[in-house]
């Protein structure tokens, strides 16, 4: 363990006596490349002018660079593996594609994928404003707060873990040691093995990435409605509000913006959802998604790079668009400040 650390210190001082050489050592270089001496005034001009230009690229330099190398390049030759065969070496055109569209798994991955989107984004945003209001108005609204934001702090596979021994299932005639279970046995009802339940088995996965999240939301929306003007709140009293309306007609609409980023990011979040699917059922039951499936065809049963290329992407696809959509509305509101 004192190893590991001692491992980690070193490469993060000399992570950083690396940066620092490099911008150091760059900007002499180009310092002594184009220098700015008195002799020539014309060119000493020219010369600062380039530098203003140039500088700039040397701190923007190694980050383009491994952006290049992690993200362009992997997106480049995940597209081009799609059009070969599962060892990628033989040319197969768009058969990777006709594939997809015709497998069953494909289609039930797709159906899983569209089910957890309309679910978990809705359901996460709108618990986290209600949380959100309820907190702001308690006065132990923050350790509220802290217990609603601590599963953030656990792992999705940690998670998974934890919802498993509630969703635990033993056979007839055996003390039922999952929560679920032992709540249903004491109102009279039979124990079942929740997540092999045809359909609502996602919804149950799904209550996991819920609980993770809202936290998340909560925050984000909390401090979206504390730069609410106090001022708009009192004179909808005044007019007679109630709570209901000033919540529908006063807080939501100046939070929207908030409320579309938040529900967003989470939706990019359960496009490339894979832990919990895994560790719950490994996608059994008809609970796979597009990232399980993914992950299926390439790393086992001999693999098939083709094929898991192609499931790629459709999630890159898919989530490229809400993506861009963010950061344009991202964009737009820091250039109306």
Request: aromatic share 14%; glycine share 8%; with cysteine.
């Amino acid at each position: 363990m004192l190893s590991q650390v001692l491992s980690a210190l070193v490469v993060m001082v000399a992570g950083v006596f690396v940066c620092a050489a490099y911008f150091v050592l760059s900007n002499k270089i180009l310092d002594w490349v184009l220098p700015a001496g008195e002799e020539d005034v014309e060119a000493a001009s020219r010369n600062l002018r380039r530098r203003a230009i140039i500088r700039p690229w040397l701190f923007l330099g190694p980050a383009i660079f491994l952006l290049v190398v992690y993200l362009v390049y992997p997106v480049i030759a995940t597209l081009i593996l799609s059009f070969y065969d599962r060892s990628g070496e033989q040319f197969v055109g768009l058969a990777n594609y006709q594939w997809a569209i015709g497998d069953r798994e494909f289609r039930q991955s797709i159906f899983n994928n569209i089910l957890w989107l309309a679910v978990v984004p809705a359901a996460c945003t709108f618990f986290g404003l209600v949380i959100a209001v309820l907190t702001d108005r308690i006065w132990w609204g923050n350790i509220a707060k802290s217990i609603v934001f601590m599963p953030m702090a656990i792992s999705f596979v940690g998670a998974s873990v934890i919802w498993k021994f509630i969703y635990e299932y033993r056979g007839q005639g055996e003390t039922q040691i999952g929560l679920l279970n032992a709540i249903v046995q004491l109102f009279g009802g039979s124990p079942a093995v929740w997540i092999s339940v045809p359909f609502w088995n996602n919804f149950f996965l799904m209550v996991i990435l819920i609980w993770i999240q809202t936290g998340f939301a909560m925050v984000i929306l909390s401090a979206a409605l504390r730069g609410i003007p106090e001022e708009t709140i009192e004179a909808a009293v005044i007019d007679g509000a109630n709570g209901w309306q000033i919540f529908w007609k006063i807080m939501v609409p100046q939070v929207w913006g908030t409320i579309a980023v938040v529900w967003t990011t989470i939706t990019i979040l359960v496009l490339k959802v894979f832990d919990i699917v895994l560790t719950m059922t490994n996608g059994q039951w008809s609970t796979m998604v597009l990232a399980n499936l993914m992950f299926d065809w390439m790393f086992r049963g001999g693999g098939d790079s083709g094929r898991s290329a192609v499931i790629a992407i459709i999630i890159m696809l898919a989530v490229t668009p809400i993506m861009v959509w963010n950061i344009r509305r991202a964009n737009r509101e820091l250039g109306g400040h």
